[in-house]
C-alpha cells in the first residue's frame, strides 16, 4: 500500500504535464482548480491541505526542472509555464518499458507514439489507474535524472484488465 499523497502527488504532476504539453510551446497559467479541483478556503483564507500540495507539486515541477514559469499568482496558479527542452523531449520520447499488448499488429507510427512516456501517462490517467500512473511517472522520472528504470524502482508486475 502507497502513501496517497504521493499518488495525489503523481496525479497533479502527471495532469500538469499533459496540460502543458497540449499547449507546447505556448505559455501557459496553471491553476490548482484545474489540475485538483476548486474549493473555497476556509473562513481563515486557507486553502486544504490537498489543495496545497497540488499547488506544491506545480512549484516542484519547476524547482526540478519539468517545467518553467515567470511566476505564481498567488497560492493559487503557476503564470507564463511551459515544458523545459528536456522534459518535453523526454515527453515525446519512448518509455524504457512501453506497454506492448496488442500493439504489434499496428502500423509502425502509431506503436511509436503509442510507447512515448506522454502516451502512457494520458492513458493511466484515463484508466484512472493509480498504479499504472506510478509506474509511468517513476520511468519519467528516472529518466529525467538520467536513472534507468531499475535504479529508481524494482519491477512492478501490473495485471490488465
Excluded at 135 to 149: C, F, K
Aim: charged residues 30%; contains cysteine; glycine residues 4%.
Amino acid at each position: 500500500m502507497t502513501d496517497i499523497n504521493v499518488d495525489d502527488f503523481f496525479k497533479d504532476a502527471a495532469k500538469t504535464l499533459v496540460a502543458l504539453y497540449s499547449v507546447f510551446p505556448r505559455r501557459y497559467a496553471i491553476f490548482v482548480d484545474d489540475i485538483y479541483g476548486s474549493e473555497d478556503p476556509d473562513e481563515f483564507g486557507m486553502h486544504s491541505d490537498r489543495y496545497r500540495a497540488c499547488f506544491g507539486a506545480l512549484i516542484w515541477l519547476g524547482e526540478e526542472n519539468y517545467l518553467r514559469f515567470e511566476e505564481t499568482i498567488k497560492d493559487e496558479a503557476i503564470d507564463q509555464a511551459t515544458l523545459t527542452g528536456r522534459c518535453f523531449t523526454l515527453l515525446s520520447s519512448p518509455a524504457s518499458h512501453p506497454d506492448s499488448d496488442g500493439i504489434e499488429d499496428l502500423p509502425e507510427q502509431i506503436r511509436i507514439e503509442r510507447s512515448t512516456h506522454i502516451f502512457r501517462i494520458k492513458a493511466a490517467l484515463q484508466q484512472r489507474s493509480s498504479a499504472h500512473l506510478r509506474v509511468a511517472m517513476i520511468d519519467l522520472m528516472g529518466q529525467m535524472e538520467g536513472l534507468s528504470r531499475q535504479d529508481t524502482s524494482r519491477e512492478i508486475e501490473i495485471e490488465r484488465p
